[in-house]
């Protein structure tokens, strides 16, 4: 086995490979990475008890080769395993899995995945956005330092992939996805539409055409309000969808008429 091999096989948690656990800051305990410690800690029984632990304080870890504690650092004191193929100074972070691209970003205050080539840092939603979103996005003052509005996971430290949705509001990839599935197209959030709507209006346009309301409703008209552009309209009912004039959008509301004031 290469020198620099040593050690690296079979350690770590089912979060990450690397050779070290972390003693708890909050709670004096040693656990496999944050992770884990956040798993326990918020399974007991007494809400008082359960808490997150602050990456950015631990100050002890325990080489997984050795066994011999000692403050942060990259390479074991005792017997001079590197702990983890990526380390992190600020967030006392150890992961073998390099191929994941991890990157700690300044703005962020903490350490990506991804590869630091691929996202920049969007100061005005405060977080880090893939290349593709640069110029390319509404932003939305602090939009990641929210909860996804499906699931409630707050979305700045999330794990999993988030989406940046037409309006600028942000959500969890999957909870996007599951959204869609239910036929869903607007923002939680805002109700604007969550997507580029342009071939989907075009198809309920031809549907529309294709069926006419009975003789009854025909002259039937409607108020409604666009939750894409805001703006008011008369329009003829129909039982498919009201589309708004103005931005061509079927995302709208029908609304009471408005009260005109008097001459
Ligand atoms: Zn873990
Ligand atoms: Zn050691
Ligand atoms: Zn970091
Ligand atoms: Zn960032
Ligand atoms: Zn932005
Ligand atoms: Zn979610
Ligand atoms: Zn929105
Ligand atoms: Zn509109």
Redesign the pocket.
């Known amino acids: 086995m290469e020198r620099s091999d040593f050690g690296k096989m079979g350690y770590g948690c089912k979060h990450y490979r690397r050779r070290c656990m972390i003693r708890a800051p909050c709670c004096n305990e040693i656990f496999g990475c944050r992770h884990c410690h956040n798993e326990v800690t918020n399974m007991l029984n007494s809400p008082s008890d359960r808490h997150d632990l602050v990456r950015f304080d631990v100050k002890q870890v325990v080489c997984l080769v050795c066994d011999a504690e000692q403050p942060v650092a990259r390479v074991c004191t005792n017997c001079g395993v590197n702990m983890g193929e990526y380390f992190c100074e600020i967030c006392k972070f150890y992961d073998d899995d390099s191929d994941k691209g991890q990157f700690h970003c300044d703005d962020c205050g903490i350490c990506r995945v991804g590869g630091r080539e691929n996202f920049f840092h969007c100061k005005k939603c405060g977080s880090c956005y893939s290349l593709s979103l640069r110029d390319n996005h509404s932003c939305v003052e602090n939009s990641m330092r929210n909860h ?1 509005p ?2 409630y ?1 707050y979305l700045f430290d999330s794990l999993k992939d988030t989406n940046v949705m037409k309006c600028g509001h942000t ?2 990839h999957e ?1 996007f996805h599951e959204m869609i599935k239910f036929q869903k197209f607007s923002c939680p959030i805002c109700s604007k539409s969550a997507m580029d709507m342009t071939l989907i209006w075009k198809r309920l346009d031809e549907e529309i055409e294709a069926t006419a309301m009975p003789e009854d409703y025909r002259h039937k008209k409607v108020w409604i309000l666009c939750n894409d552009c805001n703006d008011t309209t008369e329009v003829f009912f129909h039982i498919m969808g009201q589309k708004c004039h103005h931005c061509n959008s079927y995302n709208t509301r029908t609304i009471a008429p408005p009260v005109l004031p008097q001459e």
């Open positions: 996804c499906i699931c996971e959500i969890h909870c």
